[in-house]
C-alpha cells in the first residue's frame, strides 16, 4: 500500500512539475509576442532618421506659427522639448518681480528648463469659449520652437513605453502635417504666421441628436 501510495505521489508530483513547465513556456511564448509586437509598434511609430532629418530643416526656416490646441497636449510637448512645463503657464520667462507675471515659472522653476523655451509675454494665450475657458489656448513658435519640438516627440516615438511612443508619434505626425505644407520655393514672407489647429474631431454623422 505505501508503495502503491508513493508512486502514485510520484506521478502527481511529475503530472504538476509538467503542468507548470507547460505554463511556464506558454508564458515565456506570450511574453516574446508582446515584446515582438512591441518592438514592431515603435518601429511603427518613429520615422525614419533621413525623413526626420528633412522635416527638421525644413522646420527651422518657419519664421514662426500660431498652433492652436489644448493646454494639456501643449504640457506633454512641452515637457519633452523644455525637461518642463505647467498647464498654467503662459510665458517661459523670468519675472522682474514675483509680482509681475502670476502665471509664468518662478525663478527656481526657470532653472530647471533643460532647454530655454523662450516663450516671453504674449506669445501663449488662453481661449476662452463663451464665457468658459474649455483649455484651448494659442501658441506663437518660431521655426526654432518647431524644431526643439519635432525633435523631442522623435525621440519618444522611440521609447519603450509604448503609450508615450504613441503619443509621441501621433503629434510628431501632426507637426510634420504642417511642415509637408511648407513650399521652399516660394517667395519668402507670403504666409508668415500660418494658425494650424490639433484638434481632431469627429464624423458628425456618428453623433446622435
Sequence with gaps: ????????????????????????????????????????????????????????RAATGVSYLTLVCHEDTWTFMAIRAFGQWKPEWTQSTRPKTILDIPNAPGSFDAEKFGTDPNLPEGRIKKIASGAARNGMQQVVLSGHNLAQLLDSLHKGSKEEDIAVSARCSRLYNK????????????????????????????DTTHIKR
Design 1 to 56: 500500500m505505501y508503495k502503491t501510495w508513493r508512486e502514485e505521489y510520484r506521478a502527481n508530483q511529475a503530472t504538476k512539475r509538467q503542468i507548470e513547465l507547460e505554463q511556464w513556456e506558454q508564458e515565456k511564448r506570450w511574453r516574446e509576442e508582446d515584446r515582438s509586437a512591441r518592438q514592431k509598434a515603435i518601429a511603427e511609430n518613429s520615422a525614419d532618421l533621413a525623413v526626420h532629418n528633412e522635416n527638421v
Design 175 to 202: 507637426l510634420v502635417g504642417f511642415v509637408d505644407l511648407l513650399d521652399p520655393d516660394a517667395e519668402a514672407g507670403q504666409t508668415t504666421g500660418v494658425t494650424y489647429r490639433i484638434d481632431d474631431s469627429l
